[in-house]
């Protein structure tokens, strides 16, 4: 196994690794009721601290963001509070520790929040029923206007505010997946005819304004971004998008982020519209920090880096099973198998 994995990397003057696997984010569905960080959530992210960064599961900055049950929030103090024990745990093992900031847009449920809107760029309700709550269907979201987008960057601001209070690293907005801000990158979604549609300037700029906004709050060198080019989830592939994300990739090289996160389940995919698989069309687009993942074992992450593929690898799946993983990898021990049954479990 080439050593390059367990190399420290730079990301800026603020934060150093002490290697280039990092743990992505993971949505467990551990927290209480009223979305506090538990002390099962504690236990599970530091035994996972000697990865180089872990990035937490998706949290929520509002309520009204929620589609999933028992998913943690960043909005109240309780949560605050709760996160701040988490990141203390995993500090004490010697580890970094990023927040991801989740709102799920028209993924959204008012089961979760009680009575009010599930907001989204367009009109345009999902079909079927939520992944976790089957009994459930997806409503029909509010178009949001341009002040309740204000309100939602302010929102997703204090968020990443409550992140360095609560003890954290740094944030990772997901922007990526098929949830709100994703949303508003893909023609499929968004049909504004406003300053936030129709054009690669107007459909990328509710990301960037989150993302200055976030940057200009707790500085660039703690921000970061997950992204999704390809359709992800609920989302529908348009050639059209390459120009949306060339556009944002672009600015985002202007901007000095800690990185960006690609979000693809498996990176082996090739797409037509991308010219190839999602790392390679960001990594060609993006002059900064680049973090890929979507299936990639030890050793070909190892061989990507060398050839410069990619800066750093994100890990999910075998992490559940093994939070072991880097003793692992690094003794040549075999890994455990990820189950679906481990979800239920708290390794």
């Known amino acids: 196994m080439p050593n390059i994995l367990f190399q420290p990397y730079d990301l800026n003057d603020t934060l150093t690794l002490s290697n280039r696997i990092t743990m992505a984010p993971l949505t467990r569905c551990m927290a209480s009721d009223d979305l506090v960080p538990t002390d099962q959530m504690v236990a599970y992210y530091a035994r996972r601290a000697d990865v ?23 909005f109240t ?56 709550a089957r009994d459930l269907h997806y409503e029909v979201p509010k178009a949001a206007n341009k002040e309740e987008i204000a309100q939602l960057i302010a929102d997703y601001t204090q968020a990443a505010k409550n992140a360095i209070e609560a003890g954290f ?83 985002l090289s202007d901007r000095n982020l800690a990185y960006v996160h690609a979000g693809i389940f ?12 999602v790392s390679e069309y960001m990594r060609k ?29 994100a890990i999910g799946r075998p992490l559940i099973a093994n939070p072991d993983y880097i003793e692992k990898v690094k003794s040549g021990k075999a890994l455990t198998q990820y189950s679906a049954d481990m979800l239920d479990e708290l390794i």
Not at 288 to 304: L, P, R, W
């Open 77 to 132: 103090q309780a949560q605050i509070d709760g996160w701040k024990k988490v990141t203390a745990a995993v500090h004490d093992e010697g580890g970094k520790i990023f927040a991801q900031l989740w709102h799920l847009g028209r993924q959204a449920h008012s089961h979760y929040f009680g009575e009010g809107t599930v907001y989204a760029p367009s009109a345009l309700q999902i079909e079927g029923t939520l992944p976790r």
């Open 285 to 313: 687009q993006f002059t900064g920090h680049f973090m890929a993942v979507g299936g990639y074992s030890a050793e070909q992450a190892a061989k990507h880096i060398e050839n410069n593929d990619f800066d750093l690898i």
């Open 169 to 251: 690293d740094g944030v990772e907005i997901h922007a990526a997946n098929g949830y709100l801000i994703d949303q508003f990158l893909h023609f499929n979604t968004n049909i504004r005819d406003d300053e936030y549609g129709q054009t690669p300037e107007n459909m990328t700029r509710f990301a960037l304004e989150i993302t200055d906004s976030i940057s200009a709050a707790i500085g660039q060198d703690r921000t970061a971004i997950r992204l999704s080019p390809a359709a992800y989830t609920h989302i529908e592939i348009d050639a059209r998008d390459k120009a949306v994300f060339d556009y944002l990739l672009m600015k």
């Open 266 to 277: 498996d990176d082996s995919v090739v797409y037509e519209h991308l010219g190839g698989k």
């Open 52 to 74: 180089g960064l872990i990035i937490s599961e998706a949290t929520i900055i509002r309520a009204d963001g929620q589609g999933f049950p028992n998913t943690p929030g960043l």
